[in-house]
């Protein structure tokens, strides 16, 4: 049954685990909106042959709807519209709700193509391999104007955007090779970013992700965080020095000087574009910003690097940075 | 018995004319002249998908040549085509009116349209832009091509719109027939009015949002550049803000004159008027409410999303009630099958079709595979084709004994209406197909998977587009040799219908008091 | 002596004034609307950046902002005295009242027009251009200051128009002498500039007040 409809309405293979249920509400709506419509304009056929003008001086009835009668069409029809927003909406919230466990894969768009990194240091342009059967968690960033990351198979689309990440998340159902499209309209290439989602099997993927040779992520965040002075103010061992150390920052809720927040992929991002806007509590505001200065590979990177050192350890012993009081700001190291 | 249409008839009299009727007939050839030169271009778009690589065009004209049919078809011909050319022959005939309250604005208006118009099409000479109708930024700011012109030449147009819009506003409070009560005016005044309010409310939005594009394209102040603090997504805010409320100020004009011919011709006072005129009024109001349904994926809250999808939801059964209203009208009526009724019944179905697809992308993880895919194209397409066109199409055969003074030949109509219906399902229907397979739109090349509904999807334009130029043919005929026509050849008891036609220069002769509703088709004419 | 004209599609006089002013109304609130856009748009960026849209506030100081806001209302009860002397048939004071507006109007844009020296002075210009953003490298400072020149600049348009308006219809009662006939043409000419004026009592404080107390 399902197939039938997927075949007659043109759908691609169901290659998601949500597009099941995305296809399901998708025959349902159209198959009573069809059904309504043909009701509508059958009607209207009929009224036309059966009241047809027979005499032209015929006066008609003035008939009035019946208020009942309206209140019942409206009153009817807005539930059933509701409830496939309803269902529509419920299904939305789990596209947008990525498993905490998935795998992480960095996307970058641009002009006229598609870049994959991976954490463990990997990079691919145009094929995403992705293991089948794992949710998979996408964060995208564009390099130029907006894009949009659609697998028609997954029944998955997200927008890619300068200056921010956005997010998606699948999990194939099978191993095989999927399409994938740009769908937002980015100039003269925009037909011809042309990409594939390939899903391994569990013992491909492994294979695939361990003949990598390349450095991770994190590594290449390490040699980032050098050159670029992070180390000058930050440390990796928990010690806070100028700015808080990168070891236990991920994933937590800072307290900043005025409010909340919780350190995720944005948090940190922001933090090195608008240091200003999310000071930590007992932390002086001297941290300068590198918009424009760190590509969003090296972005990137750092933040793989952060992650790597998300479980805390204590400091070591006899290295001891005194803190430094919020009121007068130190000269940071260049 | 003189007519409005001359004397005098020297063309200064025509180009600098103030009377309603004769700007009605310059906006309708205008919009005419825009309508075909936007089809054509669509023409050119389809040959151009026929085959899954290049064929007559280079991407970056194909990137143009979508974005020029984009423009015109909204600016240059939807918004202005029934209000500017029948609203304006029309309404203040109907509300017993000798003109609209501020002709010299009106006349104005109609040069500011021509003004716009030239401008924006002075930029496809210049090389054109390749941004699609919708100028997103950043690429908008980024592009190499002549975005200015068209910025410019629609910021114009904008005003235009709203100078139309205050006219009809001020007309209905201010000259309406002795005694004529608010419950008797007809229900294309009241589709008019609402049209009106948004016109006026949406269209310097618009104004403001192309100034933005044009300060970050041709000065590069960089409103909505990432690297200087800008928000992409708060571009399509603004954007959408307009753009969704223009879509109801091309339907609800059309929806008016549904209204209109479903009671002439089925002689029947309508099921519900208050339900009519209201609804008009509740898709004005909550259609100003839904615009984030086109952002979806566009990076906007999750609560956002909920709430737009829900309140689209609401707009679509303002629609329905009207739908229900006209076919419950035709119940027990004395049908006329014409030309006019003819358009309105294809209006009924691909309106309906293309609404029910509307629920559909409201229901916001559908969107997410439909959005930007050949899904909407195919939505926009049956509800502006197949809806606004159509009843446009009903309008021109409605209204063309009033206007023209002239019959057509009755037969050509419904052949051509026809046509126009096969040509058009066979151009679109395969587009929904395309969407659902999951072919984006704005695309150059595709994969060749898709190659035969693109084929189909083309053989239906030949079709539509020959639909329409044998319209034009039998009624440029009909002008020279067409039978003349009494006053009233429908019947109607609408008040346009009660002078001559086509009508002298002052509408009436006298001052006209209507001592009956423009639908009382259950009382003997003359009571 | 002067008579105003009634058009021949309109039956009474009054009828037809009634339909000028509901039609300016209608215009003014397409006016709004223009402006809605930008409000809008400033209102998002400052939630974005609330600490660079405080600062920048308080960088542009209270003086001439509050200077301007006094030079425009003083100019809206000009012209709205102006009406009120014209009614009473006195022209000649409704002339030297009008005239007055136009001068206040162009005090206005004198003002504005050292403000913008100013920040071109300081290296504060649209775009995000000039030395002052390289001191100041933290995002939302050239959206901030960009706004600022687009709502004031905008802004001053209209104030350019009203005093046109006002200046018009100075000159037109000190040729015509229309005395309480001419109140009608004279009042739709102050309304529009009441509502330059309204306009501005909202862009004082978002770019001279709203400075977080400081």
Known sequence: MNELFRRILWLPVQGSTVAGEVDALHYAVITITMIGATGVFAAALYFTWRYRRTDEAALTPPIRAPLLLELAVVGGLLCLFLLFWRVGFQQYLRLQSPPADAIEIYVTGKQWMWKFAYPGGQRTNARLVVPAGRPVKLIMTSRDVIHSFYVPAFRIKQDVLPGRYTTAWFEVVRPGVYPLFCAEYCGTGHSEMEAEVVALSGADWEAWIAGAE????????????????????HTLDGQRHVGPSFRGLYGGVRQLIDGE?????????RSMMEPAAQVVAGYAPVMPTYLGQLDAGEVAALVELIKSLRHPNPPPPGVDYPPIAPAAPTEAAP | MSSYLGPPTTIRSWLFSTDHKRIGVMFLVATTVMLALGGVLALLLRIEHLTPGPTIMQAATYNRVFTLHGVIMVWLFMIPSIPAAFGNFVLPIMLGARDVAFPRLNLASFWIYVAGSLVTLAGVVASGADTGWTFYVPYAAETFTEVMPILVGVFILGWSTILTGINFIVTTHTLRAEGMRWREVPLFVWALYGTSVIQVLATPVLAMVLLLVAFDHGLGWGFFDPARGGDVVLFQHLFWFYSHPAVYIMILPAMGVVSEVVCTFARKVP???????????????????????????????IVDAGIFGALSMFVAIFSAIKVFTWVGTLYRGSISFRTPLAYVFVFLFLFVFGGMTGVAVASTSLDVHWHDTYFVVAHFHFIMVGGTLTAWLAALHYWWPKITGRRYAEKWGLVTCTLTFLGFFTTFFPQFLLGNGGMPRRYYLYDETYQALHVLSTAGSWALGSAFAITLVYLAWSLVYGERAEGNPWGSRSYEWLTSSPPPPHNFDGTPVFRHSPYDYHLPPGS | MYAPRLEE???????????????????????????????????????HYPEVFIEGVVHNGRGLGTLNTCLLLLGSVAAAAGVGELRRDRDGRARILFALGTLLALAFLGVKGTEYARHFHEGIAPGGSGAFFAAHREPGWPVF?????????????????????????????????????GAHRAELAALYWHFVDAVWVFLWPMFYLLGGGR
């Not at chain 3, 339909?19 to 209102?43: N, T």
Request: with cysteine; glycine share 10%; charged share 15%.
């Open chain 1, 214 to 233: 390349e450095e991770s992520m994190a590594a290449q965040g390490l040699e980032v965080a050098a050159r670029r002075g992070c180390l000058s103010c």
């Open chain 1, 261 to 269: 927040a919780i350190a995720d992929e944005a948090y940190l991002t």
């Open chain 2, 271 to 301: 099921l519900s008027y208050v339900a009519i005129a209201a609804s008009t009024f509740g898709i004005a109001f909550v259609g100003f409410l839904t615009w984030g349904h086109h952002m979806f994926v566009a990076g906007m809250s």
């Open chain 3, 9 to 47: 599609h309109f039956d009474e006089l009054p009828k037809q004034r009634h339909a000028a002013r509901l039609g300016v109304w209608i215009f003014l609130a397409s006016e709004l609307l223009l402006f809605a856009g930008l409000f809008a748009l400033y209102f998002g960026y400052r939630l």
């Open chain 3, 145 to 181: 200051f960009t706004l600022y020149f687009a709502m004031t600049g905008l802004h001053a348009i209209h104030v350019v128009i009203g005093m046109l308006l006002l200046g018009a219809v100075a000159v037109w009662i000190g040729r015509r002498r229309p005395g309480r006939a």
